[in-house]
């Protein structure tokens, strides 16, 4: 598909089509396609040899292309415990913070199965980033990959004045060719809270290139620069806690993304059924998981003192739920935005969002709880064999005491609290932000349609519209913005110059997105550069149903479409630059379920290319 024109549709033909508001598919089926089936049998063989403890041996990588019969040792480690426990930096000086990337091919086994990983500095995940809201992020991403290109996006980073630095292949930057390096350098224009880095390159992170991103809020009157600082509003009542962890939860694959993806948008799908999303085998938190045994993640802590968890959903399709037995959660942030406290049983979290959870280690029997980070099933359109969905970490305190070890196997107890419920993924009103902001009257709204359909080549792609994406090579559109033709192109409105389905601002504006799903799955959509407001979302299509425009609705940069369903996003174009605006599930953006926001171009344009980025795209 990468070296296909943009494929457009004439009349829009959604397959599976079903009645608005019907429940979604749920075949059982469990043909597994040939090639698939042998690399995972493979792999099981490979797994159980791990299981036996066989560690150390060699195994025949089979990834690279052109690689024939290498041996690569088992190689990506854990990262260690102080990569998920963070420093307390908040009362730092701004200051200038120099971090290094390296991404490479590797060999692990993060749940026990053995597999090809593409990782970051070793370590699935990726080291973590810790920075205070008026600090500059001098980033060198180094591409040690053997034979592609990568970019590495800051997920909901604003890149206020910086748009060449948003990381996304075909849109920003054309990719760091292998072997070379590029200087992301930015700051962070009033954004705090929880997020993560991760390839924007194809499906590498499905693959491992992924890590934690923290951004402090901080009090500071000047900059690192020694400018004035741009410190965003806080919470008159600010929430207080003891210390900090990083917790990571994602679906896991056995196979690379790349023969996932092939077999995804092939005319017989993954499993025999055309545009049945490719069901994960397994799971992992903060790069460990136990498809066959396998050791946990151990977080140990002390009595009596309150634990502030930043949970990721780093995954590519599944939703992931997060709750630690015997202990209720307080969500008080989700995507970085502060909400006001909500008492939970657990979160469920759609892939690419973030919450931010409070835990009181209050418990006075016991030592050892589970902390559970459950891939839900609820987006599989088939089942897969050995799949393993329940993965875990330990949660001790006050001691390790191994009397009280908690039972593999054993039941979640919930939360403690009778009458707590689970934040689910639709749960659109349910938070409320901590800071209350009125919304903008919208200046212009442009209804937008999200389908899956076959293409005459017979695979399978998703569309905006009736737009399916296919990433630029050798330019990308915030490139091709000093072509005259290009920019010229980008009136007011929608637009399609060169294949890529755009919406243009040529002021600040408020723009809603009337959105339609006539898909039969969920959609969790991220809008780079920006936080969306969700002003409505329903059954059906959007036919004029009435928007919540109270001064209480969240804002945040992934929100869920629901299946067969409708969703509003209201947002300001006052940031510069090219913006995708796609599904996070890695397969849906793979097939093309991609658009962009160009937001004041000639504005975006008069801040320049670095020479650099433009050198790689050249080649
Ligand atoms: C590198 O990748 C390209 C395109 O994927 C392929 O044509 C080429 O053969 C590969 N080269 C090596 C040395 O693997
Ligand atoms: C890989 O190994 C097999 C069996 O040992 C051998 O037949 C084949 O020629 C090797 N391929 C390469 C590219 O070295
Ligand atoms: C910033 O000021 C607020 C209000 O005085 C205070 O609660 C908070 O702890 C301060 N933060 C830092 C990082 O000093
Ligand atoms: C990543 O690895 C490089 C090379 O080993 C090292 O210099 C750098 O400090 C590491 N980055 C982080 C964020 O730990
Ligand atoms: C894996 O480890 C082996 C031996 O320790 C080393 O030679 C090899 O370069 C490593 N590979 C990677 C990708 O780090
Ligand atoms: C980072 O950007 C700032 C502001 O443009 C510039 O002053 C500085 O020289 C840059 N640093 C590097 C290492 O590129
Ligand atoms: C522990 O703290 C939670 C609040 O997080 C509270 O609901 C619960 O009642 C407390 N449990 C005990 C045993 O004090
Ligand atoms: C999508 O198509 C509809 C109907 O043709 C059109 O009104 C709307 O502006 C389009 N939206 C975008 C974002 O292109
Ligand atoms: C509007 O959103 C708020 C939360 O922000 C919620 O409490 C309220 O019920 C919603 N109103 C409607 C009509 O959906
Ligand atoms: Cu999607």
Request: glycine share 10%; hydrophobic share 35%; net charge negative.
């Amino acid at each position: 598909m990468a070296d296909t024109a943009n494929v457009e549709k004439d009349s829009i033909e959604v397959l599976p089509k079903g009645p608005t508001g019907a429940p979604r598919r749920r075949y059982r089926v469990y043909f597994l396609g040939g090639a698939l089936l042998v690399v995972i049998v493979l792999g099981l063989a490979l797994g159980l040899g791990l299981g036996l403890g066989l560690k150390n041996r060699n195994f025949n990588s089979g990834f690279a292309s052109g690689s024939g019969n290498s041996t690569v040792t088992y190689n990506v480690t854990v990262p260690t415990a102080d990569n998920f426990l963070l420093p307390d930096i908040r009362n730092d000086p701004p200051q200038v913070r120099y971090f290094s990337l390296v991404v490479s091919e590797s060999y692990g086994a993060p749940d026990t199965f053995a597999r090809p990983m593409l990782v970051v500095n070793g370590t699935y995940p990726g080291p973590t980033l810790l920075a205070n809201q008026n600090d500059r992020l001098i980033i060198t991403v180094y591409n040690q990959l053997p034979n592609v290109s990568t970019a590495i996006h800051w997920h909901g980073l604003y890149q206020n004045t910086t748009p060449f630095y948003d990381g996304t292949h075909g849109i920003s930057q054309c990719g760091i060719p292998p072997g070379q390096s590029l200087v992301y350098n930015f700051t962070l224009n009033g954004w705090t809270g929880t997020t993560w880095y991760h390839s924007h390159y194809q499906t590498q992170y499905t693959d491992g290139v992924l890590g934690a991103i923290v951004i402090n809020p901080s009090n500071a009157t000047v900059d690192a620069d020694g400018r004035p600082a741009n410190n965003p509003p806080q919470p008159a009542n600010p929430v207080q806690w003891d210390a900090d962890f990083v917790v990571i939860i994602q679906d896991w694959y056995h196979t690379p993304s790349q023969a996932v993806l092939a077999l995804y948008l092939g005319p017989n799908g993954p499993d025999g059924t055309a545009g049945d999303e490719p069901t994960p085998e397994s799971g992992t938190i903060n790069g460990q998981g136990q498809w066959y045994g396998g050791p946990y993640a151990n977080f140990a802590l002390q009595a009596g003192k309150t634990y502030r968890f930043r949970l990721i959903n780093s995954g590519s399709l599944a939703n992931v739920r997060f709750s630690i037995d015997d202990h209720p959660l307080t969500i008080v942030s989700a995507d970085g935005v502060d909400t006001e406290p909500l008492e939970v049983a657990g979160v469920q979290i759609a892939v690419a969002q973030r919450y931010d959870v409070l835990v009181h280690t209050n418990q006075t029997t016991g030592g050892q709880w589970w902390m559970r980070g459950t891939v839900l099933t609820d987006m599989f359109t088939y089942s897969v064999n050995d799949a393993q969905y329940d993965h875990r970490a330990i949660l001790s305190y006050p001691v390790a005491d191994p009397s009280s070890s908690p039972q593999p196997g054993s039941a979640d107890p919930g939360p403690g609290v009778a009458g707590l419920q689970d934040l689910s993924t639709t749960d659109w009103f349910s938070l409320v932000p901590a800071v209350r902001q009125t919304i903008p009257e919208p200046d212009f709204q442009y209804p937008l349609e999200i389908s899956f359909s076959v293409y005459e080549d017979t695979n399978y792609y998703g569309y905006m519209n009736s737009t399916s994406w296919v990433p630029l090579e050798g330019e990308s559109t915030l490139t091709l913005l000093s072509t005259s033709r290009f920019i010229s192109a980008l009136v007011n409105g929608p637009s399609i110059p060169q294949g890529q389905l755009i919406v243009t601002t040529t002021s600040v504006q408020t723009v809603d997105l009337l959105i339609t799903n006539l898909d039969d799955g969920d959609h969790p959509f991220h809008l780079h550069g920006h936080r969306p407001w969700l002003l409505a979302a329903g059954d059906g299509r959007y036919a004029g149903q009435a928007l919540n425009t109270t001064d209480t609705v969240l804002m945040r940069d992934t929100h869920v479409i629901a299946h067969f369903g409708y969703a509003v996003l209201r947002f300001v174009t006052d940031n510069p630059g090219m913006w995708a605006f796609h599904c996070h599930i890695a397969w849906h953006m793979g097939a093309g379920l991609l658009m962009q926001i160009a937001s004041q171009p000639q504005v975006a344009l008069s801040y320049g290319m670095p020479q650099e980025i433009l050198a790689q795209c050249a080649g």
